[in-house]
């Protein structure tokens, strides 16, 4: 009996990359497993554990030194094989976009700043093909049609900056699809989207395998996504794959321990979170009424106000927390960042019982200084506001890192040798350094994966019930929502439209776009 054939193979696969004064640095082993064709595989797993790398590696796009050390990854041409690793960066060339594309995470960091949509999509046909320029403007806009954005004619023309974040993601998978590879690697493409937006993304990506055969394979670290997708996955802990197989057994009959607390973190299983009944726990310490927040914008040369928030109303009650919800654009950060100071241009009242609040970003890489160390970092809040003398700060420092888990040896590192869960831990410890009652969270564990993720929400109970906290918690994540938050609001087109407590809301949505928003949970 012949042998089946698969459109991709890695067969007992090590990357490695090189070290400062050592020999290369394996970080992944003998990793091995297949895609058959037409097929969606995904592949599961903590940061760090290989999924990336190992196809980076497929595609010759390792970058830093990094290189296939031992095995073979086969990809089939026709009725043979070819080695993807074994090929020069020329013959790769030849392969990417035509046979096999990559779509990443972060599209604004992927698309060129400075060329238009257009152009970059475009740019796949002038590498791959002679088509003559009219033709190629028309297959462009029939594709940025066919992946769902609106007036393609103006979307042409535009630049990343722009479009939404899911306006960017389809920018990218236009141009991943123009030329129909066969192979589609799609790593974390719906990580930093609202729910609703996400669907879309994996319906279209659902989409093109079905009409044209395309092979899927999907990185991501949200268990949900890859069952609504993939038919089969593939699970990696420590640069190894400890399990693989058909989806429905894989997540119901799970063989192995690590996936098996995988899926227990995602799910909230075991978790030592003890979310306490949906009551006012305490005074008022924000009010807020008929609070409108603008943005100051240009319109044929003259300067007018955008109101974005519109005269929402509210109260925060001392030691709760409550979600924020809604689709990107709606205003939830924008809210945020008004409340705690970052946006002058409002009208209404927003009285809060404390200075400063602090806020905690999503992306702690961004908005955490990279030339800085963590000392400095987390002592500028205590100069900023002459607090202590310069041995006080310093002991204040290494006492909250202790309390965020991190320890005083981390005093002195800069945020590129830390984790993406290490940043957080630092963004939060920055966050609370003043001890203010009040804390702006936006969107603090998108970016995890979700036994970090989990890790974070158990810091920030723990931090609650220590420092007597109240959170504004911002999140598309309606899971991480429904399991952390006391009451959740559920804002549209900059207004509030429906509100209360958060397993009620849940169980019982009224407004349509709260059902709409539940719906398209993973």
């Known amino acids: 009996m012949e042998k089946e054939k698969h459109l991709l193979e890695l067969c007992n696969v090590s990357v490695g990359f090189p070290q400062k004064g050592k020999k290369m640095n394996p970080v992944t082993r003998g990793v091995s497993f297949y895609v058959r064709e037409g097929e969606a595989l995904g592949i599961v797993g903590e940061s760090g554990s290989g999924k990336s790398v190992s196809m980076l590696a497929c595609v010759g796009l390792?970058?830093?030194?990094?290189?296939?050390?031992?095995?073979?990854?086969?990809?089939?041409?026709?009725?043979?094989?070819?080695?993807?690793?074994?090929?020069?960066?020329?013959?790769?060339?030849?392969?990417?976009?035509?046979?096999?594309?990559?779509?990443?995470?972060?599209?604004?960091?992927?698309?060129?700043?400075?060329?238009?949509?257009g152009r970059q999509v475009e740019e796949m046909l002038l590498l791959h093909g002679d088509c003559p320029k009219e033709e190629r403007k028309k297959r462009v806009l029939a594709m940025l049609s066919e992946v769902g954005l609106p007036d393609p004619q103006e979307i042409y023309g535009k630049y990343p900056h722009q479009l939404s974040g899911g306006m960017r993601q389809r920018a990218m998978i236009a141009m991943?699809?123009?030329?129909?590879?066969?192979?589609?690697?799609?790593?974390?493409?719906?990580?930093?989207?609202?729910?609703?937006?996400?669907a879309k993304i994996l319906e279209l990506l659902k989409k093109f395998q079905k009409e044209y055969g395309t092979t899927i394979i999907l990185i991501s670290h949200d268990l949900g996504v890859i069952r609504s997708v993939c038919s089969r996955a593939v699970v990696m802990c420590g640069g190894k794959v400890v399990e693989q197989g058909d989806v429905?057994?894989?997540?119901?009959?799970?063989?192995?321990?690590?996936?098996?607390?995988?899926?227990?973190?995602?799910?909230?299983?075991?978790?030592?979170?003890?979310?306490?009944?949906?009551?006012?726990?305490?005074?008022?310490?924000?009010?807020?009424?008929?609070?409108?927040?603008?943005?100051?914008e240009k319109l044929d040369g003259k300067k007018r106000k955008r109101e974005v928030v519109k005269?929402?109303?509210?109260?925060?009650?001392?030691?709760?927390?409550?979600?924020?919800?809604?689709?990107?654009?709606?205003?939830?950060?924008?809210?945020?960042?008004?409340?705690?100071?970052?946006?002058?241009?409002?009208?209404?009242?927003?009285?809060?019982?404390?200075?400063?609040?602090?806020?905690?970003?999503?992306?702690?890489?961004?908005?955490?200084?990279?030339?800085?160390?963590?000392?400095?970092?987390?002592?500028?809040?205590?100069?900023?506001?002459?607090?202590?003398?310069?041995?006080?700060?310093?002991?204040?420092?290494?006492?909250?890192?202790?309390?965020?888990g991190l320890g005083r040896e981390y005093y002195g590192r800069c945020?590129?040798?830390?984790?993406?869960?290490?940043?957080?831990?630092?963004?939060?410890?920055?966050?609370?350094?003043?001890?203010?009652?009040?804390?702006?969270?936006?969107?603090?564990?998108?970016?995890?994966?979700?036994?970090?993720?989990?890790?974070?929400?158990?810091?920030?109970?723990?931090?609650?019930?220590?420092?007597?906290?109240?959170?504004?918690?911002?999140?598309?994540?309606?899971?991480?929502?429904?399991?952390?938050?006391?009451?959740?609001?559920v804002m549209y087109q900059g207004e509030i439209v429906e509100s209360g407590d958060v397993d009620e809301v849940f169980r019982n949505p009224v407004h349509p776009y709260t059902k709409k928003l539940l719906g398209a949970r993973l």
Not at 176 to 198: C, G, S
Not at 267 to 284: D, F, H, T, Y
Not at 362 to 380: F, R, V
Request: proline share 5%; aromatic share 6%.
């Open 62 to 117: 390792l970058g830093g030194g990094g290189r296939v050390l031992e095995g073979n990854i086969r990809f089939l041409n026709g009725e043979d094989y070819i080695i993807l690793n074994t090929m020069t960066q020329k013959e790769l060339e030849a392969v990417r976009g035509d046979d096999i594309a990559m779509i990443f995470q972060e599209p604004m960091t992927s698309l060129n700043p400075v060329m238009t949509i």
């Open 176 to 198: 991943a699809m123009i030329l129909r590879p066969k192979l589609l690697i799609a790593d974390e493409p719906t990580t930093a989207l609202d729910v609703t937006i996400q």
């Open 248 to 296: 429905g057994t894989l997540f119901e009959q799970p063989q192995m321990d690590y996936t098996k607390r995988l899926l227990a973190a995602a799910l909230g299983k075991g978790s030592v979170l003890k979310k306490e009944p949906a009551v006012c726990r305490g005074e008022a310490i924000v009010c807020v009424r008929d609070y409108s927040v603008f943005y100051e």
């Open 311 to 404: 005269k929402v109303s509210f109260d925060l009650c001392a030691g709760e927390t409550v979600g924020v919800v809604g689709e990107s654009g709606c205003g939830k950060s924008t809210l945020a960042k008004a409340l705690a100071g970052l946006n002058p241009l409002t009208s209404g009242s927003a009285d809060i019982s404390c200075e400063n609040p602090q806020m905690v970003f999503q992306d702690p890489y961004g908005s955490l200084n990279p030339a800085k160390t963590i000392g400095w970092l987390m002592t500028e809040p205590l100069r900023l506001h002459h607090v202590g003398t310069k041995e006080e700060q310093r002991a204040a420092v290494c006492e909250m890192l202790e309390k965020v």
């Open 415 to 489: 945020p590129k040798t830390l984790s993406g869960g290490q940043r957080q831990r630092v963004a939060i410890a920055m966050a609370i350094m003043l001890k203010r009652p009040f804390l702006l969270l936006d969107e603090p564990v998108s970016a995890l994966d979700v036994t970090v993720q989990e890790q974070i929400l158990i810091l920030l109970v723990k931090l609650q019930k220590e420092f007597g906290l109240t959170y504004l918690f911002i999140s598309h994540d309606m899971n991480v929502i429904h399991r952390i938050c006391d009451r959740v609001f």
